[in-house]
Structures are given as structure tokens and as C-alpha cells.
């Protein structure tokens, strides 16, 4: 009787923690919307795959297409098209916009000069994920680790340049909030200047396509950003008998008409995202996708909103009537 009645609580209990967890896991971005909106999302709306993750573990935030995204005119910030814009996801190596940015200003206020020589910490040298493999005692100039975090996404040039400049990492990101801040991305916040997943006891980077969309003007106000974004494959280095080949992860350089960046970002959980621009006839327009869950399905909706941009900008229509949805032109 005493097994029977054991084996009758056991039966209940784990009925009762199914009911419980089910109750608990709904789609963050639709229901984000439905707060938003006091609409249910729209049926043209691709499903998202958010996914209420373990305790520990990110949450999934990504969709097909993809999970949010905002195309502007670059001269005028004017928005030529926008699906949730203001929806959080993880920028990933998207962050790596910002430090571009507060070295591209450091270097212009002359805090820092391009020749000025880094030294590799044993912090910088031991992060993972995309790399140049720095080792400790190594000395790099200012200019040959900007090219390895615009061209390879190197996480431990992000850190080597964070740490010389500020001095530890956790200075850097307070500088980046800060400047985040100044610029009105209300709905970021850097944790880290890499963009990796965060590690045990961290949080994630935060940001939405609107927030980058901003930051991506900034770094175009700056002359000598492109040469480093619009730049495919360069050597690392160079004195070495076997040089360290940088390959750009921005596979629309070379593919889009007069595509010149910007940065992409990945992992698991954040889905593929990218900040691109490009220029034609004069005209330039920033798009941010953020949260697909595929490269080339990114890359080509990035593609096509460029395209009815830049279209779009060329014949003077207004920004109500430049582009459709990226999911729904042919």
C-alpha cells in the first residue's frame, strides 16, 4: 500500500510541474508585442523561435526571417522601413561597433594614434570565439587591431585595445554605456567589449536595431571608418613566416553594389545579425536585421532592403511609401 501510495505522489507531482511549466514559457517577442501594441501579432508575422530557456541558459531570440529590423537613410536618419525596432535582442559581435567607435574618437582627439604600440595582457590573450590568437607580451600597433576586430571580429584585439585604453575592461564598458547613452540608445546596455555569450554569473549585451542603427551613423561620421569595414581579407602579422589570414564576415562586401560594411554578429542563442550599409549614386543607406536564424536567410533580406532603399532614397518617395516587407517582396 505504502509503494502504491509513493508511486501515486510521484505520478501527481510531475503532473503538476508539466502544468507549471507550460503556464511559464511564452514567446518573448509576442508578447512584447501584445504589450506594445494591444494587438496580437500580425498573421504576415513569421513565427518567432524565442524559447523560455533553462535557469542559466539565454534565452532563444531569433525568427524567420528574422527577428527585428530598421533601414534608414544615412545622411538624414530619416526610416525607410521598420519591423520592431525597438525589439531587444543580443547585438553579438555587433558591439564591437562601439569600441570602433571610441577608438576611431580617441584616435581623432589624439588620446590615442594609430602607430601607438599595444601590449597583449594575459586577459586579452586567453578569450575565445573568433580570434587572432594573440599570445601575452605580444606588441601590436593602435591600426593592426583595429583591422583585426573590423576584419576577423577578433574578440582578444577587442579586449587588448579595451585594456590599453581604459586601462581594464570594466572601465571600457562603463565608457561605452556612457557613450551609448550620450547617443540616445535608450534600450542598450553593453556588458562586455566583445559581444561572446555572457559566462556564468553575467548578462548578455542588449541592444534593438534602432540603437544600432544609431550607432552605425556614428561610425560613418567618421572619415577613415570605411577603410577598415569595406576591407575583405588582410594579413596578420605580417613579419611572420606564416602570416595569419583575416577573412571579413560581412559576406555582402564584394556581392551587394557598393556594400562597405558594416559588422555582423552571432552566436547560438542571438541568432545571425548584421549592421550593413552601401552607397550608390551618392546615396547611403544603414540597414539593421537582427535575430535571424540563418545567415543567408540575413544576408538576404539584408540584401533587399538595401536594394528598395537605396532605390527609394534615389527617387525622393517618402519614407512611408519606400519599402515592403522584406519577407513579402518577390
Same mark, same amino acid.
Given at each position: 500500500?505504502?509503494? =502504491?501510495?509513493?508511486?501515486?505522489?510521484t505520478?501527481?507531482?510531475?503532473?503538476?510541474?508539466?502544468?507549471?511549466?507550460?503556464?511559464?514559457?511564452s514567446?518573448?517577442? #509576442? !508578447?512584447?508585442?501584445?504589450?506594445?501594441?494591444?494587438?496580437?501579432?500580425?498573421?504576415?508575422?513569421?513565427?518567432?523561435?524565442? !524559447?523560455q $530557456?533553462?535557469?542559466?541558459?539565454?534565452?532563444?531570440?531569433?525568427?524567420?526571417?528574422?527577428?527585428?529590423?530598421?533601414?534608414?537613410?544615412?545622411?538624414?536618419?530619416?526610416v525607410? /522601413?521598420?519591423?520592431? $525596432?525597438?525589439?531587444?535582442?543580443?547585438?553579438?559581435?555587433?558591439?564591437?561597433?562601439?569600441?570602433?567607435?571610441?577608438?576611431? +574618437?580617441?584616435? +581623432?582627439?589624439?588620446?590615442?594614434?594609430?602607430? %601607438? !604600440?599595444?601590449?597583449?595582457?594575459v586577459? $586579452?590573450?586567453?578569450?575565445?570565439?573568433?580570434?587572432?590568437?594573440?599570445? %601575452?607580451?605580444?606588441v601590436?600597433?593602435?591600426?593592426?587591431?583595429?583591422?583585426?576586430?573590423?576584419?576577423?571580429? #577578433?574578440?582578444?584585439?577587442?579586449?587588448?585595445l579595451?585594456?590599453?585604453?581604459?586601462?581594464?575592461?570594466?572601465?571600457?564598458?562603463?565608457?561605452?554605456n556612457?557613450?551609448?547613452?550620450?547617443?540616445?540608445?535608450?534600450?542598450?546596455?553593453?556588458?562586455?567589449?566583445?559581444?561572446?555569450? @555572457?559566462?556564468?554569473?553575467? &548578462?548578455?549585451?542588449?541592444?534593438? @536595431?534602432r540603437?544600432?542603427?544609431?550607432?552605425?551613423?556614428?561610425?560613418l561620421?567618421? @572619415?577613415?571608418?570605411?577603410?577598415?569595414?569595406a576591407?575583405?581579407?588582410?594579413l596578420?602579422?605580417?613579419?611572420?613566416?606564416?602570416?595569419?589570414? =583575416?577573412?571579413?564576415?560581412?559576406?555582402?562586401?564584394?556581392?551587394?553594389?557598393?556594400c562597405?560594411?558594416?559588422?555582423?554578429?552571432? /552566436?547560438?542563442?542571438?541568432? /545571425?545579425?548584421?549592421?550593413?550599409?552601401? +552607397?550608390?549614386?551618392?546615396?547611403?543607406?544603414?540597414a539593421?536585421?537582427?535575430?535571424s536564424?540563418?545567415?543567408?536567410?540575413?544576408?538576404?533580406?539584408?540584401? !533587399?532592403?538595401? &536594394?528598395?532603399?537605396?532605390?527609394?532614397?534615389?527617387?525622393?518617395?517618402? @519614407?512611408?511609401?519606400?519599402?515592403?516587407? #522584406?519577407?513579402?517582396?518577390?
Amino acid at each position: 500500500m505504502n509503494a =502504491m501510495n509513493q508511486r501515486a505522489a510521484t505520478f501527481l507531482s510531475a503532473g503538476v510541474a508539466v502544468v507549471l511549466l507550460l503556464a511559464l514559457v511564452s514567446p518573448l517577442g #509576442a !508578447k512584447n508585442d501584445m504589450a506594445r501594441t494591444g494587438k496580437a501579432v500580425p498573421p504576415t508575422r513569421a513565427v518567432s523561435t524565442a !524559447k523560455q $530557456a533553462p535557469q542559466g541558459r539565454l534565452q532563444i531570440l531569433s525568427a524567420d526571417p528574422y527577428r527585428a529590423a530598421l533601414l534608414i537613410d544615412a545622411e538624414g536618419g530619416a526610416v525607410l /522601413f521598420e519591423d520592431g $525596432a525597438d525589439r531587444k535582442g543580443y547585438p553579438a559581435s555587433m558591439v564591437k561597433l562601439m569600441n570602433f567607435l571610441l577608438i576611431l +574618437e580617441a584616435v +581623432e582627439a589624439r588620446q590615442l594614434s594609430l602607430k %601607438e !604600440k599595444v601590449l597583449v595582457t594575459v586577459e $586579452a590573450a586567453k578569450i575565445g570565439g573568433s580570434q587572432v590568437y594573440l599570445k %601575452e607580451g605580444e606588441v601590436f600597433s593602435v591600426d593592426d587591431l583595429l583591422y583585426a576586430l573590423m576584419v576577423q571580429s #577578433a574578440n582578444d584585439a577587442a579586449t587588448a585595445l579595451a585594456i590599453h585604453y581604459q586601462g581594464s575592461k570594466e572601465a571600457f564598458v562603463d565608457l561605452m554605456n556612457r557613450r551609448a547613452r550620450e547617443m540616445g540608445m535608450k534600450d542598450t546596455v553593453f556588458h562586455s567589449v566583445h559581444g561572446l555569450p @555572457p559566462g556564468r554569473g553575467q &548578462l548578455p549585451d542588449v541592444s534593438t @536595431p534602432r540603437d544600432m542603427a544609431l550607432l552605425s551613423r556614428e561610425v560613418l561620421r567618421h @572619415p577613415r571608418a570605411l577603410q577598415y569595414t569595406a576591407t575583405k581579407k588582410r594579413l596578420f602579422r605580417t613579419d611572420a613566416e606564416e602570416p595569419f589570414v =583575416m577573412e571579413n564576415h560581412n559576406q555582402l562586401l564584394g556581392r551587394f553594389e557598393g556594400c562597405d560594411g558594416l559588422k555582423t554578429g552571432y /552566436f547560438r542563442a542571438a541568432g /545571425f545579425s548584421i549592421a550593413a550599409t552601401a +552607397e550608390q549614386g551618392g546615396q547611403r543607406v544603414i540597414a539593421i536585421v537582427m535575430g535571424s536564424v540563418q545567415s543567408a536567410t540575413r544576408d538576404n533580406s539584408t540584401k !533587399k532592403l538595401l &536594394l528598395q532603399g537605396l532605390r527609394a532614397v534615389a527617387a525622393g518617395r517618402p @519614407p512611408s511609401d519606400a519599402v515592403v516587407r #522584406a519577407d513579402q517582396q518577390q
